[in-house]
């Protein structure tokens, strides 16, 4: 089959996670893949981005699959359960907004800018080698940092599920895509609904 | 009657990465409304592809009378 210009957006991936080493300022551009998929799914997409443009995805999906890197695994149950995947999502949004917070605290100059990367919410990295300064404030910065240690959390995450279970169960409780399934399902039944209500059944 | 190998999706654990839609090699996958995958019956040949592939595991072979 022949391959689109898509199939390749695990470069992009790639490059993203490698740039943060050297210019940590580059983390800025993985808002794209948190404004992406929303903007599809709120705009009739469904889970589009998933299917097709998730970079992340290709690329666990290569290393797994492509080099046998996964053990090919079942999933268990209970990280495919709904339980498992909300709770998972809501956590990772008060994660989000704790990192959010602390940009704030930056941006309002209640405290100074903290040169680490997070990993898994727990391991402080020291990470001052990638920051070079910034022609804006501080919290610019800070954002970058705590950015980043969101998209390397989810990538380390990714992969030791890719080499414990299937290569893509990362896809199974990526908060993004529970997110987006989300939206997908209340846009179908407030479709129906409309339906419904324009053939008048109750 | 004549028995055919299908593929399920349990549509509670489906949680509509397209994996298998872009494995199966005759197209018959389709992510209905980005909620759920939908297997084209006809189409599909019960190769198994995309039981393999799917990381939730969400997709059982079963055998159809037709």
Redesign the interface.
């Known amino acids: 089959m022949k391959k689109k210009w898509y199939d390749y957006l695990w470069i992009a991936t790639l490059l993203y996670m490698s740039l943060g080493f050297f210019n940590i300022m580059f983390a800025w551009l993985g808002l794209i893949c948190f404004f992406v998929p929303l903007i599809m ?1 709120f705009t ?5 981005y ?3 443009y998730c970079g992340r ?1 290709q690329l666990f ?1 290569i290393l797994g699959g492509g080099l046998g890197l996964s053990r ?1 695994k ?2 268990p149950k209970w990280m ?1 359960s709904k339980g498992f ?1 909300y709770g998972f999502l809501i956590f990772f949004f008060v994660m989000f907004f704790q990192m959010l917070w602390n940009t704030y605290l930056v941006f309002a100059g209640a405290s100074g800018l903290r040169q680490i990367v997070t990993l898994l919410w727990t391991f402080k990295l020291p990470w001052n080698w990638a920051y070079h300064g910034t022609f804006f404030t501080e919290g610019v910065a800070q954002f970058a940092f705590g950015f980043y240690g969101v998209m390397l959390t989810s990538t380390v995450l990714g992969l030791v599920t890719m080499i414990l ?8 409780y990526c908060p993004m ?2 997110m ?2 989300l ?3 209340g ?2 039944k407030s479709h129906k609904g409309c339906k419904r209500r324009k053939l008048g059944v109750s | 009657m004549k028995k055919k190998r299908l593929a399920v999706v349990a549509s509670n654990e489906c949680v509509a990465c397209g994996c298998c839609a872009k494995v199966c090699p005759l197209k018959a996958i389709a992510i209905l409304r980005g909620t759920v995958a939908k297997v084209d019956a006809e189409k599909c040949v019960g190769c198994s592809t995309c039981a393999k592939e799917c990381p939730a595991s969400s997709i059982r072979m079963c055998e159809v009378g037709v």
């Open positions: 799914s009739g997409f469904g889970k589009g998933c299917n097709r995805g999906g090919k079942d999933i495919k995947r279970f299937k290569p893509r169960s990362w896809c199974v895509g529970t987006t399934q939206i997908a399902k846009k179908m």
